[in-house]
T-cell receptor, first 109, second 112 residues
């Protein structure tokens, strides 16, 4: 069965500090992994996906199949990064996307 | 290009009633997924429709049903409402061959 675990419900860092949001998954096949973000009063939106190996707004995430993790990282957090972050996993073609419970990131000035 | 829209914004029902939620996909998108998001939780996948056919379903009972229309708009129907059905219901659309879902703002359903 697919499962996504985000162990931290809340994470608080100071502006300019590094930030890492943890995501662990369980899935027997080859997963497609995503990070979604929801800023205050906005709708849920895609931040990045592992298959693209891209950096968006300074965030990166590396899929570690050995540790079954897909942690989201940013070297220098900004106040505008404060938001709710969800890690998500799907099988091919997004037929069944599973989300973690989310981590609320607060970046303090 | 218009984004995903959902109606109504809020809805209050009583136990045992039936409800229909609506979603209008982003222009050009032929795949729509519905999610239930309980307070403090991540979205849970209900089902997905592609070209008017259901082609994926999560762990939800049959009283959760859906429709997709030729213009790719969609409905989520829930029969025999229970208190635990109180949640935010999200729909998301994507275009063919794309893995990027675009979410609507959601419908907040309260069951009393």
């Amino acid at each position: 069965a697919q499962r996504v675990t985000q162990p931290e419900k809340l994470l608080s860092v100071f502006k300019g500090a590094p930030v890492e949001l943890k995501c662990n998954y369980s899935y027997s096949g080859s997963p497609e992994l995503f990070w979604y973000v929801q800023y205050s009063r906005q709708r849920l939106q895609l931040l990045l996906r592992h298959i693209s190996r891209e950096s968006i707004k300074g965030f990166t995430a590396d899929l570690n199949k050995g540790e079954t993790s897909f942690h989201l990282k940013k070297p220098f957090a900004q106040e505008e990064d404060s938001a709710m972050y969800y890690c998500a996993l799907s099988r091919y073609n997004n037929n069944d996307m599973r989300f973690g419970a989310g981590t609320r990131l607060t970046v303090k000035p | 290009e218009t984004g995903v829209t959902q109606s109504p914004t809020h809805l209050i029902k009583t136990r045992g009633q039936q409800v229909t939620l609506r979603c209008s996909s982003q222009s050009g998108h032929n795949t729509v997924s519905w999610y239930q998001q309980a307070l403090g939780q991540g979205p849970q996948f209900i089902f997905q429709y592609y070209r008017e056919e259901e082609n994926g379903r999560g762990n939800f009972p049959p009283r959760f049903s859906g429709l997709q229309f030729p213009n790719y708009s969609s409905e989520l129907n829930v029969n025999a409402l229970e208190l635990d059905d109180s949640a935010l219901y999200l729909c998301a659309s994507r275009g063919q061959g794309s893995d990027t879902q675009y979410f609507g703002p959601g419908t907040r359903l309260t069951v009393l």
